[in-house]
């Protein structure tokens, strides 16, 4: 009752019937939800690695360490008994899996530029607030104009500082950019580059398709992000998984609903994504979700509490599994309530009052059928994985990095031509122009005094009036200009990124 090659086998009820999650009907995404220590990671981990099997790559971020396990053979005696119960032999196979880590210590590094993950979102990482949103805007839109490449921070520095130069030429043609927020935004950045975040802008960016291999095998590529470090910056965590989401949606191509998903992205702590996000956001989040499906993306969130994640994105969730739930606190007993209404009800017990009676590995699991309707909830016991359960050592997470497909590809940051070099170049030439303009004022001035001392014909070759008396310093003419033959309307999108992606429908 488990080789049903169309589903993931994920656990037996209670009543003996074989759970299964429907690799056609994957991409309606899911939830997996439960206190802590109630088994969620587990449950990710069988999953992942039965979409492995079936030669769907996966992208899921270890948050606590112990999903690295899973790039490990697993110890089939330990759980044998488990799986016997469950007619399931374990394999004690490994998944091929590639390490990633935005701070390039754990896994390859994981890069973007700056331009690809746009103002809004790194507004969000920035924590800024929308006067200063719409000062990084109005950057990104002279950047834009002026075809200056923003990769990395310095980058981004470089042009605030250009942008707080020259902030009342800019002001009057393309927005208010006032210095307080420009200071505000540099201090931000700073604040960012010491938690880490520099590491993350510049390239060699990431290619899709290195998280979307299958390997020689046929088996998909399991990629583990390793978060222990970076759930230290838990909004520098949540705007990198939605810029990850946003850009499958804006690269991959529509394909309906297919045999099994393309990919499958988990999300875990999924809460860090909806705190206090802001409305505009939230919408922008409910609409990725709901359209990356037909891109063949699956999208399963994982969260301690089913109440966390706003009820137009659950809604989409239609594959749910249900760890237990405490009910002491009135918060805890109206997420019990959410959690248990969510599910299509079974006769033979209370859906609340099984939530909480689960033991570890136990789960409420409903999923889509055939016809895309959830099915009656059942009572389950969760499968053990067939790799390792708990953490893998760092010798060996060294070894798969060493035989890692990418391996080279991205450890090894690269800085071309951008935005920071072209603007020292065109500040160095400003400051030389103004020298000569300065040389030239000076000569004027000297022959206008030869010639005042001199018969009146020789007035005619007095040197014409000096460019430094005219009220523009070179900068700014400089800038005028640039910013005119740009031309005066906005052609380019620029809210790229999750939201960008969506403007442009
Ligand atoms: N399906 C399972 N098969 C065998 N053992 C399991 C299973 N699920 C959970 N366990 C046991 O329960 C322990 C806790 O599970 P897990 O780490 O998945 O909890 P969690 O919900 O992720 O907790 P936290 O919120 O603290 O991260 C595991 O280390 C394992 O020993
Ligand atoms: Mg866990």
Known sequence: MTDNPAALFLGQSFEGAAETLLFKRANRHGVVAGATGTGKTVTLQIMAQGFSEAGVPVFCADVKGDLSGISQPGDTVRFAERAGQMGLTLTGKAAPVVFWDLYGQKGHPIRATVSDVGPTLLARMLELNDVQEGVLTVAFHVADKEGLLLLDLEDL?????????????????????????????????????????????????????????????????????????????????????????????????EIGDPEKPRLVFFFDEAHLLFNDAPKGLLEKVEQVVRLIRSKGVGVYFVTQN??????????????????????????????????????RPNPAFDTAEAIQGLGVGEALVSTLDEKGAPTVVAQTKIRPPDSRLGPATDAERAAVMAASPVRGTYDTAVNRES???????????????????????????????????????????????????????????????????????????????????????
Not at 318 to 340: C, D, F, I, M, S
Not at 436 to 445: I, M, R
Not at 473 to 497: D, F, H, N, Q, Y
Request: charged share 25%; glycine share 6%; hydrophobic share 40%.
């Open 157 to 253: 520095r470089a042009l605030l500082a250009y942008v707080g130069e020259n902030a009342q030429t800019i002001g009057r043609e393309v927005g208010n950019v006032s210095p307080t927020s420009i200071a505000a935004i540099q201090r931000a950045l700073l604040q960012l580059e010491q938690q880490g975040g520099k590491a993350f802008f510049g390239e060699p960016a990431l290619r899709l398709e290195d998280i979307m291999r299958t390997s020689l095998d046929g088996r998909g590529q399991v990629n583990v992000l390793d978060s222990t470090r970076l759930m230290n910056s838990p909004r520098l965590y949540a705007a990198f998984l939605l810029w990850l989401l946003s850009e499958l949606f804006e690269q991959l191509p």
């Open 419 to 505: 935005a920071e070099e072209v603007l020292n170049a065109r500040r160095a030439q400003a400051e030389r122009i103004e020298a000569e303009t300065a040389s030239v004022a000076a000569e004027a001035k000297a022959a206008e005094k030869a010639a005042r001392s001199a018969p009146a014909p020789a007035r005619e070759r007095t040197a014409p009036r000096p460019r430094a008396s005219s009220r523009q310093t070179p900068m700014e003419a400089l800038t005028k200009s640039v910013l005119r033959t740009a031309g005066s309307t906005i052609t380019r999108e620029l809210l790229r990124g999750v939201l960008g992606s969506l403007k442009r429908r």
């Open 306 to 343: 089913p109440a966390d994640i706003p009820d137009t994105v659950l809604a989409q969730l239609g594959n749910r599994v249900q760890h237990a739930l405490r009910a002491y606190t009135p918060a805890e007993q109206k997420g019990l309530r959410a959690a248990a209404q969510s599910f």
